[in-house]
């Protein structure tokens, strides 16, 4: 039998970390077969010695996070046990500073790859099913660049392509037929940085949201552009938007590949550069899974549900 003692940041870190009712302590003590307990500004850890020193990791993690964003929720205690039986370091990867002191952290290891490529390549291709926070990671490094001043313009771009269903009747102008499509972006960018500046930079071209067809003919000097959804672009898109790309520029390309959107028998241009792109210098190609969506956890278990029939068809 062997015991650990862990020092507790704070009452309000403590109960984070056990969760409403003890339901992140229950969950820890089913995966690992120990007795946690929390008595003079201390958490207890007593169980075999493996198991003790495999708790504590879980603790000290879920503590850190507690006191770096103020909660911890149920798919946060789900993914450490997990990362620990794979045998992941649970270290926490590095912060994306953003506006007014914010920060955003890759949660799992496949984002936290997909940052380091962001960081590293001058163009990035990644690929990952919904929920794991290709486009939110994305803005946020391109808002970290635009705010250090590594560099001075951010365009984010989706292809206007109808996910089954037309948009050709709705009411409005050409602006406000495409606005649902680029609502997303919008919605990701709102998170790093107050409407009031957002304003000010749009007004000044500083930070563009617009169709993947306005974007032809252009050359983008010290520039992040971030193209998502682009599992709907056609090769010939494609190789358009990789080639607006500029001096001093980055590019970071996202999608899903299990959800194309285009017309039978019409290649993906994701797809195609992900394949014929490898291996070039400077080009990095990054794959997430299951494993690294962070939405609810019903999302997970629903891109399973729909990937079955898939890998039985193959």
Sequence with gaps: MSEATISVVSSQSLLAVFGTCDQHLRKI??????????????????GDEEAVAQATRVLEELQERARREGHVDGEDVTRALEDLKRGRRL???????????RQVRPRTAGQARYVSAMERADVVLCSGPAGTGKTYLAVAVAVSWLKSGRVRKIVLVRPAVEAGESLGYLPGDLQAKINPYLRPLMDALRE??????????????????????????????????ILDEAQNTTVAQMKMFLTRMGHGSKIIVSG??????????????LVDALARLRGIDGVAAVELTQRDIVRHRLVQDIVNAYEQPRKKRR
């Design 256 to 269: 899903d590949i299990t959800q194309i959107d285009l017309p039978p028998h019409t290649k993906s241009g």
């Design 29 to 46: 003590r089913e995966a690992l077969g120990v007795s946690i307990s929390a008595h003079d500004g201390r958490i207890h850890v007593r």
């Design 91 to 101: 270290a926490e990867p590095a912060a994306i500073e953003v506006y007014h002191g």
């Design 192 to 225: 790093m940085m107050e409407q009031e500046l957002i304003r000010k930079y749009s007004e000044e071209d500083v930070i563009e949201v617009i169709p993947l067809a306005y974007m032809r003919g252009r050359t983008l000097n010290e520039a992040c552009m």
